[in-house]
Nanobody, 122 residues
């Protein structure tokens, strides 16, 4: 089992920044690829970013590429999503997830956090 807890969400104006953190506990964090997904009201959960187990490979949704950055610290069992130049359409609940390999498919992730709300005002 892997337990994931997100933090860092909040209300920010368009153009601002937020830094989301996901703290992992349980099994060896470095054994898992990590992903961030988001879900807006009335919409399906969608891929945001993923990072490989070593942190050497990252992938982003087209809508956030160049604005968001995913990173991880295996010594601290933490994965970070740095979000810059935020837009109102980024408003959603953001979830971190752990899986065997990095993927943009949420079905490949076995463990999920409870989510943190991000609201971007115009």
């Amino acid at each position: 089992q892997v337990q994931l807890v997100e933090s860092g969400g909040g209300l920010v104006q368009a153009g601002g920044s937020l830094r989301l953190s996901c703290a992992a506990s349980g099994r060896t964090f470095a054994n898992y690829a990590m992903g961030w997904f988001r879900q807006a009201p009335g919409k399906e959960r969608e891929f945001v970013a993923s990072i490989s187990r070593s942190g050497g490979s990252t992938n982003y949704a087209y809508s956030v590429k160049g604005r968001f950055a995913i990173s991880r610290d295996n010594a601290k069992n933490t994965v970070i999503l740095q979000m810059n130049s935020l837009k109102p359409e980024d408003t959603a609940v953001y979830y971190c997830a752990a899986g065997t390999y990095a993927s943009d498919n949420r079905l490949n992730y076995s463990y999920w956090g409870q989510g943190t709300q991000v609201t971007v005002s115009s």
